[in-house]
């Protein structure tokens, strides 16, 4: 198994979701270990897409996409091209309609990198959105109802029939995130892709 950790907006492979997928990851029997890659995505929506279908088309084992946030809104739109499984953490449903206050420019919340998010951006988050999940059994969601930056209904319902994991209060960084960990783990050993 490879997994693919991809954050989110403003975020990078240093987010505390992402170290501690890697840290309970790498506890893992060397024997049960996957492979597990956390891209630095870009800001250009684009790019960074080209990055996780590389990454995909690269694996040598069946992949599995953990996003959080924007994240989630790329690693749906990688696993309905591919054809793999997805785990999502308070995912973007239509960023190119979330994101539209945060037009300008913008500081990477752990690089301190600015880049400007521009008309481009939301174009390209357009083009990259999909209108309906194919196989709702590929993807578990997992959301907190105390999400203060996106409606956990949205994804809720995006994603009816998908494996849902909807915890009452949270945040939008999921709180409790360590717990859900084993949750992803078992959503793709259960039938062992």
């Known amino acids: 198994m490879t997994f693919v950790y991809l954050h989110g907006f403003r975020s990078s492979p240093a987010s505390a979701k992402a170290t501690r997928f890697a840290a309970a990851v790498a506890a893992l029997p060397q024997a049960l270990r996957p492979k597990l890659s956390i891209p630095a995505l870009p800001d250009r929506p684009s790019q960074a897409m080209a990055i996780v279908e590389s990454l995909v088309r690269q694996a040598t084992a069946p992949v599995c996409l953990v996003g959080s946030s924007l994240g989630g809104f790329y690693a749906t739109a990688a696993a ?9 953490i308070n995912p973007a449903v239509a960023p190119d309609v979330d994101l539209r ?36 059994q590929r993807y578990l969601l997992l959301v907190q109802t105390g999400d203060e930056v ?44």
Do not use: C, K, M, S
């Open 80 to 88: 309905e091209r591919f054809g793999v499984r997805a785990a999502l």
């Open 101 to 136: 206050d945060h037009g300008g420019i913008q500081v990477n919340l752990h690089t301190g990198a600015r880049f400007e998010v521009t008309q481009a951006h939301f174009d390209d988050l357009r083009a990259l959105r999909v209108d309906r999940i194919t196989r709702p």
């Open 150 to 193: 996106l409606d956990y209904r949205q994804a809720v319902a995006f994603y009816a029939g998908a494996y849902q994991f909807v915890q009452g209060g949270g945040d939008h960084a999921f709180a409790g995130f360590e717990a859900q960990i084993p949750t992803i783990l078992a959503f793709v050993a259960r039938d062992g892709h």
